[in-house]
């Protein structure tokens, strides 16, 4: 059965970087078949979708977060990576890490999920 | 960018009484339309897919209808276990994107 596990600091100095790092079991990053996603969730607030990444490295990424935003994947590890930049309080969220099926060209829904990390922008 | 408008923000209802959630596209998201089940401090799960298909381990009291801008969520007969957040969302097109949510409470 396909786990995520995402990993990284929970606490971010506004204007850094941040990075996080979804770690795959029970399955493979390089399969053809899928997309691996980034959602996030400020706390009490709803989702975000932030990027979606091939394993080939073709990204599609939410244009409100685009001039910040960076995927990667590590298929070596079974790894996936997010990183975004010059964070503000605003970026304080639950990061979930996500799959997403290939159907028929069209990226498909989002399943399953890791279980998410805080991050908290703050000095 | 396509926006999903959820309704109500809550829904107060008892167990056993029938929960109507509704989800607004802001254009035609044809039959892309999926909904998750969030309960607190868990990742949210897949429900319902593609407007009505249930999602492995979705009970049978879970269902969607609707096509084009207007969705529905309906669970038939509110178990304790429902009473969670809900969300649509949509794959039409980029950027993917979620509705606000609709919380189901318990009354």
Known sequence: QLQLQESGPGLVKPSETLSLTCT???????????????????????????????????????????????????????????????????????????RQDLELGRVSWFDPWGQGTLVTASS | EIVLTQSPATLSLSPGERATLSCRASQSVRSFLAWYQQKPGQAPRL???????????????FSGSGSGTDFTLTISSLEPEDFAVYYCQQRSDWPLTFGGGTKVEIK
């Open chain 1, 24 to 98: 795959v079991s029970g399955g493979s990053l390089s399969s053809s078949n899928y997309y691996w996603v980034w959602i996030r969730q400020p706390p009490g607030e709803g989702l975000e979708w932030i990027g979606s990444i091939y394993y080939s490295g073709k990204t599609f990424y939410n244009p409100s977060l685009k001039s910040r935003l960076s995927m990667s994947v590590d298929m070596s590890r079974d790894q996936f990576s997010l990183k975004l930049s010059s964070v503000t309080a605003a970026d304080t969220a639950v990061y979930y890490c996500a």
């Open chain 2, 47 to 61: 429900l319902i897919y593609d407007v009505s298909n249930r999602a492995t381990g979705t009970p049978a009291r």
